[in-house]
């Protein structure tokens, strides 16, 4: 089973760059989630969706946007990655967004900003 | 208050020895938790759902303390291949489940 499966798994970008996140699952869940780890820390949300075509910000949105056409994939889009965004992005998805039902994740992406 | 707030450690234990995590949660109106365990550098993968009765997994047994507003994970019989960081998660009324910044257990030889 795939599960949820996150592309690329490495990526160095410059400064300025721009660069979309790529993210989908095979469950048929309807939440997805997109979250950062930087180096000692814990997860922090920056957006997630409860279904196709709806999604809202998280606890650190900024310099992020996402879409959500289809039930399968959530990507999330660095318009003008700067250092600060340098770190360990992980997608994840749930049947239900509360309630008992555990989030599943990806591999996650490792993003360096030089 | 943190949402959810978890010591992160590190725990240094000897192998075979029980440790004990807590987790305290500061919405009362919360209803789901779940334990997760995370490798260095590798994503958070579910170790268990803690229930209101409590439940245990082998070695392992969590714990809901309502009146306390708090979580515990019990580690029997520690092996070195538990070394590793637990997040505790909690629901907190919001849209998504809400992550601990976790413990880390090193379990030594």
């Known amino acids: 089973n795939a599960g949820v499966t996150q592309t690329p798994k490495f990526r160095i970008l410059k400064i300025g760059q721009s660069m979309t996140l790529q993210c989908t699952q095979d469950m048929n869940h309807n939440y997805m989630y997109w979250y950062r780890q930087d180096p000692g820390m814990g997860l922090k949300l920056i957006y997630y969706s409860v279904g196709a075509g709806i999604t809202d910000k998280g606890e650190v949105p900024n310099g992020y946007n996402v879409s959500r056409s289809t039930t399968e994939d959530f990507p999330l889009r660095l318009e003008l990655a700067a250092p600060s965004q340098t770190s360990v992005y992980f997608c994840?998805?749930?049947?239900?967004?509360?309630?008992?039902?555990?989030?599943?994740f990806g591999d996650g992406t490792r993003l360096s900003i030089l | 208050r943190k949402e959810v707030e978890q010591d992160p450690g590190p725990f240094n234990v000897p192998e075979g020895a029980t440790v004990a995590f807590n987790c305290t949660y500061s919405n009362s109106a919360s209803q789901s938790f779940f334990w997760y365990r995370q490798d260095c550098r590798k994503e958070p993968k579910l170790l268990m759902s803690?229930?209101?009765s409590g439940n245990e997994d082998g070695r392992f047994t969590a714990q809901l303390n309502r009146a306390s507003q708090y979580i515990s994970l019990l580690i029997r019989d520690s092996k070195l291949s538990d070394s590793a960081t637990y997040l505790c998660?909690?629901?907190?009324?919001?849209?998504?489940?809400?992550f601990g910044s976790g413990t880390r257990l090193q379990v030594q030889p």
């Open positions: 803690v229930y209101s």
């Open positions: 998660v909690g629901d907190t009324g919001r849209r998504a489940l809400t």
């Open positions: 994840a998805s749930s049947v239900t967004g509360t309630s008992n039902q555990p989030q599943h």
